[in-house]
């Protein structure tokens, strides 16, 4: 129902920034939740930032908070991903996601999110 399309990815220096972005399909996307992840080699996914449907609730894993920001554009269905200070420890490959979800709370786990982008690599050298 939902397709999603991740770019801006790319190699960076440590303290540089990247803005990802995330372009969906579908005209009922405002009401979806969004949220992006990323898994590093050997490595399992795990939750970046989140955004519910309303944008009234966003939540952020602690080792980006304060760093990184999650937003949206419903009329260019696209969600972003602002990534300031970046660490080599960001070095992953970056999914967007989104649910068919009208929470009040945003989602910080996979199995809350039922469309995937392909993912775009973020390197961050030092």
């Known amino acids: 129902q939902v397709q999603l399309v991740e770019s801006g990815g790319g190699l960076v220096q440590a303290g540089g920034s990247l803005r990802l972005s995330c372009v969906a399909s579908?005209?009922?996307?405002?009401?979806?939740?969004v949220g992006w992840f990323r898994q590093a080699p050997r490595k399992e996914r795990e939750f970046v930032a989140g955004r519910n449907w309303s944008g009234g609730s966003t939540r952020y894993a602690d080792s980006v908070q304060g760093r990184f920001t999650i937003s949206r554009d419903n009329a260019k269905n696209t969600v972003y991903l602002q990534m300031n200070s970046l660490k080599p420890e960001d070095t992953a490959v970056y999914y967007c996601a989104a649910a068919d979800r009208r929470t009040v709370v945003a989602g910080t786990r996979s199995n809350e999110y039922n469309y995937w982008g392909q993912g775009t690599q973020v390197t961050v050298s030092s």
């Open positions: 579908g005209r009922t996307f405002s009401s979806y939740a």
